[in-house]
């Protein structure tokens, strides 16, 4: 197996050429996708959400990808809680996909929406049992008095489903960001990094580099 080392030089060395990457940017961010798990690169799936209120207020925080197609990229969470807040005031945001080893990052930005009951029931039937019970035990992001008061919920949700399968809550579901821009950004040296940018014109995908 090939050292971190090996890997972010093999990379860096290579950098990134428009000749080389695909005109859709969903099958180039799919390619970079694998060579992150082809090399081990802890939690692949961890993306950055950046969000803003209603006036502009910025926030973010590490959420789990969980599925992307040409339709858009997919986290799921708590509508109710604070990002599900702010999506609901300024649905718009941007994810970010940080790959250390490789010298890599994405930039993802575009508008949000919920996605269908089908598809959020279809995701939580896939999760563990003790997830699918979180789900109902935490208002998330709410003040809690203390950690008893997650365990005094745990317990009422656990005989409340009593071995039976847990439905999804109908304040829990996915988000799909549909992009407007996706930029590649690979380390080189100098501090010269490549910088490809997709912009969505008109239905199509228009590519150009950034100074970095």
């Not at 990379?11 to 940017?25: H, I, R, S």
């Not at 081990?40 to 209120?53: D, G, K, N």
């Not at 896939?126 to 809690?144: D, K, M, T």
């Amino acid at each position: 197996m090939k050292s971190i080392a090996d890997v972010r030089t093999e990379y860096t060395l290579a950098g990134l050429d428009e000749k080389d990457v695909d005109l859709n940017p969903i099958v180039q961010f799919d390619r970079w996708m694998n060579d992150a798990l082809a090399a081990h690169v802890f939690e692949p799936t961890a993306v950055t959400l950046a969000t803003a209120t209603r006036d502009g207020t910025p926030s973010a925080r590490i959420v789990l990808l969980k599925h992307y197609d040409d339709a858009g990229f997919c986290i799921f969470t708590n509508y109710h809680s604070a990002k599900g807040m702010e999506l609901a005031e300024n649905p718009k945001a941007c994810l970010v996909a940080y790959w250390g080893p490789l010298e890599r990052q994405v930039r993802i930005c575009g508008s949000v929406m919920k996605t269908s009951p089908t598809e959020s029931d279809a995701y939580f039937a896939r999760r563990p049992r003790g997830s699918q019970l979180g789900a109902w035990v935490s208002e998330q992001s709410r003040p809690i008095a203390d950690r008893d008061v997650l365990s005094t919920q745990l317990d009422a949700a656990t005989a409340r489903f009593n071995d039976q399968p847990v439905t999804r809550p109908p304040h829990w579901g996915g988000y799909r960001l549909a992009p407007s821009t996706i930029e590649f950004w690979q380390g080189r040296k100098n501090r010269l990094h490549d910088r490809l940018q997709y912009v969505k014109q008109g239905g199509e995908w228009k590519i150009e580099r950034l100074a970095p």
